[in-house]
Nanobody, 123 residues
Framework: QVRLVESGGESVQAGHSLKLSCIAS????????MGWFRQAPGKEREFVAV????????KYADPVKGRCTFSRDNAKNMVYLQMNSLKPEDTAVYYC????????????????WGQGTQVTVSS
Protein backbone atom coordinates (compact mmCIF):
# COMPACT_ATOMS: atom_id res chain seq x y z
CA GLN A 1 0.00 0.00 0.00
CA VAL A 2 1.15 3.53 -0.80
CA ARG A 3 0.03 6.72 0.90
CA LEU A 4 0.55 9.97 -0.99
CA VAL A 5 0.50 13.51 0.33
CA GLU A 6 0.79 16.54 -1.96
CA SER A 7 1.86 20.04 -1.00
CA GLY A 8 2.99 23.27 -2.56
CA GLY A 9 -0.23 24.59 -4.03
CA GLU A 10 -0.82 28.32 -3.66
CA SER A 11 -2.68 31.27 -5.09
CA VAL A 12 -0.40 33.09 -7.52
CA GLN A 13 -0.60 35.55 -10.36
CA ALA A 14 -0.25 34.54 -13.98
CA GLY A 15 3.33 34.15 -15.09
CA HIS A 16 4.58 32.97 -11.72
CA SER A 17 6.00 29.55 -10.88
CA LEU A 18 5.18 26.86 -8.36
CA LYS A 19 6.78 23.58 -7.39
CA LEU A 20 4.40 20.90 -6.19
CA SER A 21 5.68 18.07 -4.04
CA CYS A 22 4.31 14.63 -3.28
CA ILE A 23 5.72 12.41 -0.58
CA ALA A 24 4.97 8.71 -0.56
CA SER A 25 4.96 6.29 2.30
CA UNK A 26 4.82 2.55 1.90
CA UNK A 27 6.76 -0.18 0.28
CA UNK A 28 8.58 -0.26 -3.00
CA UNK A 29 7.85 3.33 -4.03
CA UNK A 30 10.58 3.14 -6.62
CA UNK A 31 8.70 0.40 -8.49
CA UNK A 32 5.64 2.55 -9.14
CA UNK A 33 5.02 4.64 -12.20
CA MET A 34 3.97 8.01 -10.79
CA GLY A 35 1.75 10.56 -12.43
CA TRP A 36 0.34 14.03 -11.87
CA PHE A 37 -3.27 14.85 -12.65
CA ARG A 38 -5.44 17.91 -12.09
CA GLN A 39 -9.11 18.64 -11.73
CA ALA A 40 -10.71 22.01 -12.28
CA PRO A 41 -14.18 22.84 -10.93
CA GLY A 42 -16.85 21.19 -13.01
CA LYS A 43 -14.36 19.25 -15.11
CA GLU A 44 -13.05 15.73 -15.17
CA ARG A 45 -9.69 14.83 -13.72
CA GLU A 46 -7.09 15.19 -16.45
CA PHE A 47 -3.61 13.94 -17.07
CA VAL A 48 -0.72 16.37 -16.55
CA ALA A 49 2.52 14.37 -16.52
CA VAL A 50 3.79 10.85 -16.02
CA UNK A 51 7.17 9.25 -15.48
CA UNK A 52 7.01 6.73 -18.29
CA UNK A 53 9.60 4.45 -16.84
CA UNK A 54 9.45 1.91 -19.69
CA UNK A 55 11.63 4.15 -21.82
CA UNK A 56 12.91 6.59 -19.22
CA UNK A 57 10.91 9.45 -20.67
CA UNK A 58 8.47 11.80 -19.05
CA LYS A 59 5.27 12.50 -20.95
CA TYR A 60 3.41 15.79 -20.56
CA ALA A 61 -0.07 16.84 -21.54
CA ASP A 62 -0.11 19.35 -24.37
CA PRO A 63 -1.50 22.25 -22.25
CA VAL A 64 1.52 22.11 -19.91
CA LYS A 65 4.24 20.94 -22.28
CA GLY A 66 7.24 23.24 -22.14
CA ARG A 67 6.08 24.82 -18.88
CA CYS A 68 6.19 21.85 -16.49
CA THR A 69 8.93 19.53 -15.35
CA PHE A 70 8.31 16.24 -13.61
CA SER A 71 11.00 14.82 -11.35
CA ARG A 72 11.31 12.16 -8.68
CA ASP A 73 13.75 11.30 -5.91
CA ASN A 74 13.38 7.65 -5.02
CA ALA A 75 15.77 7.98 -2.08
CA LYS A 76 13.36 10.46 -0.50
CA ASN A 77 10.14 8.87 -1.78
CA MET A 78 9.27 12.15 -3.48
CA VAL A 79 7.89 13.28 -6.79
CA TYR A 80 7.75 16.90 -7.91
CA LEU A 81 6.04 19.01 -10.52
CA GLN A 82 7.72 22.30 -11.34
CA MET A 83 5.27 24.60 -13.08
CA ASN A 84 6.41 27.79 -14.79
CA SER A 85 4.61 30.57 -16.64
CA LEU A 86 1.38 29.68 -14.91
CA LYS A 87 -1.89 30.61 -16.59
CA PRO A 88 -5.39 31.09 -15.17
CA GLU A 89 -6.43 27.90 -16.95
CA ASP A 90 -3.95 25.99 -14.80
CA THR A 91 -6.23 26.61 -11.82
CA ALA A 92 -7.16 23.21 -10.40
CA VAL A 93 -6.58 20.74 -7.63
CA TYR A 94 -3.40 18.83 -8.45
CA TYR A 95 -3.01 15.19 -7.51
CA CYS A 96 -0.13 12.77 -7.58
CA UNK A 97 -0.99 9.14 -8.14
CA UNK A 98 0.61 5.71 -8.34
CA UNK A 99 -0.19 3.72 -11.46
CA UNK A 100 -1.80 0.30 -11.28
CA UNK A 101 -2.58 -0.98 -14.77
CA UNK A 102 -3.77 0.29 -18.08
CA UNK A 103 -3.19 3.55 -19.89
CA UNK A 104 -0.72 5.89 -18.21
CA UNK A 105 -2.82 8.86 -19.31
CA UNK A 106 -6.14 7.77 -17.80
CA UNK A 107 -6.98 8.53 -14.18
CA UNK A 108 -8.81 5.23 -13.81
CA UNK A 109 -5.51 3.38 -14.29
CA UNK A 110 -4.12 4.78 -11.05
CA UNK A 111 -4.84 3.06 -7.78
CA UNK A 112 -3.30 5.27 -5.10
CA TRP A 113 -4.08 8.98 -4.88
CA GLY A 114 -3.18 11.85 -2.63
CA GLN A 115 -5.71 14.32 -1.27
CA GLY A 116 -4.66 17.00 -3.74
CA THR A 117 -3.23 20.49 -3.47
CA GLN A 118 -5.02 23.59 -4.74
CA VAL A 119 -3.37 25.81 -7.35
CA THR A 120 -5.12 29.06 -8.15
CA VAL A 121 -3.78 31.37 -10.84
CA SER A 122 -5.22 34.85 -11.21
CA SER A 123 -4.85 37.07 -14.22
Amino acid sequence: QVRLVESGGESVQAGHSLKLSCIASGRAFETYVMGWFRQAPGKEREFVAVDRRSDGNVKYADPVKGRCTFSRDNAKNMVYLQMNSLKPEDTAVYYCAAHSRGSLYYAGSYYYWGQGTQVTVSS
